[in-house]
């Protein structure tokens, strides 16, 4: 069980996109889609917005890798992930798990 963790977007959009499009989170262990959960993405008719996704509770179930994906309107806009080396009362995230940045896709989307 992961207690909290927290992700942290800026998302852009352009003058003709939804003013609040259909945004998820899907987060996944290897290939597997462990969990998928709605995001309120609202620009409140500015250009960009800043997303704050706090997780409180995360369940994790075997070592791997653990992929955090951000879609907007359909496009995967960032990803960010980390290795889970063990699991239980001896949980470990390898490296500064506390600290990851999301990898913006600027080939789909630009920031």
């Known amino acids: ?18 003013n609040q499009p259909e945004s998820l989170i899907v987060i996944k262990r290897g290939n597997e ?17 800043l997303l704050l996704i706090n997780l409180v509770g995360l369940g994790i179930r ?13 496009t ?5 992930g980390f290795d889970v080396s063990r699991v239980g009362a001896g949980f470990a995230p390898d490296g500064n798990a506390g600290l990851c ?9 630009k920031a």
């Open 33 to 49: 889609e462990q969990h998928r959960m709605p995001v309120d993405c609202n620009f409140q008719e500015a250009d960009r917005t």
């Open 62 to 74: 075997s070592p791997g890798r653990l992929t955090f994906e951000l879609s907007v309107a359909g």
């Open 76 to 80: 995967t806009v960032a990803e960010t």
């Open 101 to 109: 940045p999301l990898a913006v896709r600027t080939d789909e989307r």
């Open 1 to 18: 069980m992961m207690p909290q963790l927290a992700i942290v977007s800026v998302v852009s959009r352009e003058a003709d996109d939804a």
